[in-house]
């Protein structure tokens, strides 16, 4: 079992920069595979990032590649999004998803944080 609270997320400008997190507790962190999960109006539920439990491998979807960049720090037990380059279309609920051992669905989740993008 793990908890999963993401703090805010935050407004920023088209091609701007954003950060987000996710703060995980109750469980070893370095057990679940990490990532963020958005869902823009208008568009189907989208898996943007994941990582490996060791931070060593990452996978991106095509929408996001080149610009955003997930990491995380197992001895905090934190994972990070960042988001470059963002653009309106980007403006959503993020959420911070975990996932252990035999690594199919992701069942658990963070409270979700907006995101929106200014044009």
């Known amino acids: 079992q793990v908890q999963l609270v993401e703090p805010g997320g935050g407004l920023v400008q088209a091609g701007g920069s954003l950060r987000l997190s996710c703060a995980a507790s109750?469980?070893?962190?370095?057990?679940?595979?990490m990532g963020w999960v958005r869902q823009a109006p208008g568009k189907e539920r989208e898996l943007v990032a994941r990582?490996?439990?060791?931070?060593?491998?990452?996978i991106y979807a095509d929408s996001v590649k080149s610009r955003f960049t997930i990491s995380r720090d197992n001895a905090n037990n934190t994972v990070y999004l960042q988001m470059n380059s963002v653009r309106p279309e980007d403006t959503t609920v993020y959420y911070c998803?975990?996932?252990?051992?035999?690594?199919?669905?992701?069942?658990?989740w963070g409270q979700g944080t907006q995101v929106t993008v200014s044009s």
């Open positions: 998803v975990a996932r252990g051992s035999p690594f199919g669905q992701y069942p658990y």
């Open positions: 990582i490996d439990r060791t931070g060593e491998g990452t």
């Open positions: 109750g469980d070893t962190f370095s057990n679940y595979e």
